[in-house]
Structures are given as structure tokens and as C-alpha cells.
């Protein structure tokens, strides 16, 4: 069963940067397509982009452009980043990664917050 812990969230004004990073550990993490999701408040949770195991991204539309999805699978804890620029207020929310497979198929994580202030 894979694991899954978020981390990188915080506060940053409008045009900012983050980067969050899931650490995936247990099972053969390296082989599935990992997604990144969000969940605003009062919203239902969202996809946002998905990394394959051999590095093929795609992303909602609004975010193209302003976020990238990379991971390193050289160790048995497999990394997954979520590299967030031009932030806008619209992008605040609780951050997840999980499988890209039917919205997700391990055991959530905690989640990381990330909130953009005006």
C-alpha cells in the first residue's frame, strides 16, 4: 500500500511561486501515474495535472503555462513536485497528490495548504 505525504504549502501573495513536494512510499510507487488535486473551500476536490511514470505531464487549462509537475523515482520513496508560479487567489486550497486512476486509489495523504493573498 503506498503512503502518501504532502509538504510545501504556506502563504504567498498574488504572483508568487511554490513548490510542493509528495513523498509516495510503499509498493512500487514508481510505476503509477501520479496526479496532484486541490480542494478549495466549499468546492468539491479538483485534478490538476497528472505525471506518468516516464514523465508525461498534462494539466487542467487553468493552471497551463503557471504550473509544472515533475517526480524522481531513484529511490523507494518516489518524489512527485508541483512547481506553482504566478499564483493567483483562485489557486488557494488544500493540495493532494494520489494516483491518477479513478481520482485517486491509495489513502489520502494530509494534504498541504496553500493559500494566495491579495
Do not use: H
Amino acid at each position: 500500500q503506498v503512503q502518501l505525504v504532502e509538504s510545501g504549502g504556506g502563504l504567498v501573495q498574488t504572483g508568487g511561486s511554490l513548490r510542493l513536494s509528495c513523498a509516495a512510499s510503499g509498493a512500487p510507487a514508481s510505476i503509477y501515474t501520479m496526479a496532484w488535486y486541490r480542494q478549495a473551500p466549499g468546492k468539491q476536490r479538483e485534478w490538476v495535472g497528472r505525471i506518468t511514470n516516464v514523465g508525461r505531464t498534462d494539466y487542467m487549462d487553468s493552471v497551463k503555462g503557471r504550473f509544472t509537475i515533475s517526480r524522481d523515482n531513484s529511490k523507494a520513496t518516489v518524489m512527485v513536485y508541483l512547481q506553482m508560479n504566478s499564483l493567483k487567489a483562485e489557486d488557494t486550497g488544500v493540495y493532494y497528490c494520489n494516483s491518477d486512476l479513478r481520482g485517486g486509489t491509495f489513502p489520502w495523504g494530509q494534504g498541504t495548504q496553500v493559500i494566495v493573498s491579495s
